[in-house]
């Protein structure tokens, strides 16, 4: 058993990205973005799945843009490119898989 504690980093920054745990070919990252802030383009090797704890993101594939809140999860595929921006205070989990 393990208990992660997720540390709230935005009352002293604007951006925060970092590694919770990783076990096998799994990697748990915690996402924070202030209004406004985004993540530019890029692609990952693996799956990913997101999951917004709190606030408003939108992702951006290409011309199609999906906005999520705490009751949507969102499944990006290998080599899939994205962005995304934070319509409000974000902060969200990202679940990434190697296949």
């Known amino acids: 058993m393990q208990v992660l504690e997720v540390k709230h980093h935005l009352q002293s920054k604007d951006k925060y990205i970092g590694a919770l745990t990783e076990y096998g070919k799994t990697k748990v990252i915690q996402l924070q973005l202030a209004a406004g802030n985004e ?9 990913a799945l997101i ?49």
């Open 39 to 47: 993540i530019k383009e890029h692609r990952t090797n693996a799956d």
């Open 51 to 99: 999951i917004v704890q709190k606030g408003r993101v939108v992702f951006a594939f290409g011309e199609q843009q999906v906005e999520l809140t705490p009751d949507k999860l969102l499944h990006i595929l290998p080599d899939e490119p994205h962005s995304l921006r934070a319509l409000e205070d974000a902060e969200a989990l990202l679940i990434r898989t190697e296949r």
